[in-house]
Every structure is written in C-alpha cells, then in structure tokens.
C-alpha cells in the first residue's frame, strides 16, 4: 500500500511539473500579446518580447518575422474579444434602457386617461445570459488581416452603440411618448424582443398598474446606470485598441529590431 502511495505521489508530481512548464511555455507568448492588447508601454511589451524570443530559441530573421505576426494575430484577437464583448453589453443596457422607458412612458399614458384597467404586464430581462453575450464576444482565431478588418469594424460598431449611451452625469432620461407611438432607438446589436422575456398577468386595477409601474422605474433606474457604466468602460476599450492599431508598425519594426540583436 505504501509503494502505491509513492508511486502514485511521483506520477502527481510529474503531472504537475508538466503543467507548470506548459503554463510557462504558454504563458510568455500570451503575456507580450496581452501587454500589447491592454496598451501597455513600449518598455514593458519589448522586455516581455525579448524573453519570448529567447524562449523560442529564435535562429533567423524569418523566424523572428513569424513570431511578430504571431504574436500581433493574438493581440488582436484579445483585442477583438473584450471590445466585442463591451460592445455586447452596452448595446444590450442601452435596448433594455430604451425599451423600459417606452413602457414606463405608456404606463404613465394608462394611469393619466383614467378610466377602465386592462394591460398585460410584460417580465424584462433585466441582465445579459452567456447567449446573448456571443453575439460580438464569440470571435475565433482568425488570420492577422481578417483580426485587423474586425477591429476597423469593431471600433466603428462601438462609436455607433455610444452614441445611445448617456452621459455619466446625465440623470435625466431621453423622453419616448408613447401616445404618439414613437418608438425608441435602439443600436442593432439588439432589438426590443430581446430584453422581453414574457408577458404576465392581466393587470385591471389601478393599484396593480403602480405596482407595476414602479418596478419598472426601479428596473430602468438600475438599467441605466448599468449603462452609464458600461459606456465609459466601453470608450476606455475602444480608445486603448485604436491605439493598438495607430502603433502596430512602429511597434513591429522595434520588436524586429530587438530580436535581431538576440539572433546568433
């Protein structure tokens, strides 16, 4: 029994090293594309760069090349996934926003006509699932060009979906009446029906209709300040990553130049 122990703990021991090692291996490559996606500074990334090539046992030119492509297709791709998935959720708070706010405003319209009750109240949802995430997050590993047209999409989409994004300060609500029938906007990540989960019961008394009301001032409040929030973190992405992009040549050329001076 005790052998067992031992071998078994040698095994766990190897498998752990392996792991390590892999994590390490893995690791470096990801840290310069990482430092490069999150902008940080030249020194950082080219001191990260330089411990990479010396890792991969860089030889040539040529290598060195391939490695700086690399290096840059994983950049974007990080790039490309966090500014997809902020876009994602803005555009998803900003319908939400919109769509709570055209149902408030009708609300309002019932309660003021006055007389006889009848409306169907509707259930929100009032947060993004992992599904609803995909729709910009899901980017795969693309080649560099394809992740540099992305990106050229992707900052474009994100200057759209802030356009509907209040100021941090603005507690002030755009109006949408619904007594003309006009509808609100929303960025084209997502459309009303997808913030709607249901329709509940039949609302026929004026009690139930404040009820209802104030739980959707509530939603709306909560909403909308989730909004705020995500459009500044959505600008601080998109600012970083066209960044990313106006450095890239420069960035390239001094990632060569150092790995040529490591070159035998």
Known sequence: MNTLKLILSVVASCIA????????????????????SNGESEVEILKSWE???????????ADAEKLVDKTMQLAFLHGNRQLGASITKTAYYSTLTATLGQEIDEIKGVIQQGGKVKRTQKNYKLQPDAR?????????????????????NL?????????YVPSPQSEKREKVSGENNQLAKYPDVFSASDVVLSNGKI??????????????????????NTLKQSGTQLKGITSVQQRVVQNEKILRKKMLIKASTLID
């Open 17 to 36: 090293l392996q792991a390590t090692i892999a994590q390490k291996t893995t690791g470096r490559s990801f840290s310069v594309s990482q430092k490069i």
């Open 51 to 61: 411990k990479l090539v010396l890792q991969k046992q860089i030889k040539t030119y």
């Open 132 to 152: 609803d995430m995909q729709r910009l997050a899901g980017i795969g590993q693309i080649d560099l060009v394809s992740q540099r047209q992305l990106r050229f």
């Open 155 to 163: 900052v474009n989409k994100a200057k759209d979906v802030l356009t």
């Open 203 to 224: 609302i026929t008394t004026k009690e139930e209709l404040n009820v209802y009301l104030n739980r959707l001032m509530t939603a709306h409040k909560t909403a909308n």
